[in-house]
């Protein structure tokens, strides 16, 4: 069983930037494909940002291209998300996953992950 842990979430404004860390504690982090989701109250867990275990390959959701930046520390064990331009509907918890297996066209979808971190909370705010 994996041991997810997420920090970074925080008050921030609109326009800031925030990075979230994800570490991995039982495996190395290089054994997984690895995710961030977002929830808000009432509404399903949201696809945000996926890599690939080699790094080779990034994805993102529609709503964070061109202002999120998901990559990896394999040697840190270490996922991160980088938030810059944050807008009030960034505001979520934010969990990070992870898959022993390729998920190919579906990495969007969560329940291709296996394990979940406890979440960690983003509010964009003035």
């Known amino acids: 069983q994996e041991q997810l842990v997420e920090s970074g979430g925080g008050l921030v404004q609109p326009g800031g930037s925030l990075r979230l860390s994800c570490a991995a504690s039982?495996?190395?982090?290089?054994?997984?494909?690895m995710a961030w989701f977002r929830q808000v109250p009432g509404k399903e867990r949201s696809f945000v940002a996926a890599?690939?275990?080699?790094?080779?390959?990034?994805y993102y959701g529609d709503s964070v291209k061109g202002r999120f930046t998901i990559s990896r520390d394999d040697a840190k064990s270490t996922l991160y998300l980088q938030m810059n331009v944050l807008k009030p509907e960034d505001t979520a918890v934010y969990y990070c996953?992870?898959?022993?297996?390729?998920?190919?066209?579906?990495?969007?979808?969560?329940?291709?992950?296996?394990?979940w971190g406890q979440g960690t909370q983003v509010t964009v705010s003035s």
């Open positions: 996953a992870a898959g022993r297996s390729y998920a190919g066209v579906n990495y969007n979808q969560a329940q291709k992950y296996d394990y």
């Open positions: 890599i690939t275990r080699t790094g080779l390959s990034t």
């Open positions: 039982e495996r190395p982090l290089s054994d997984y494909h």
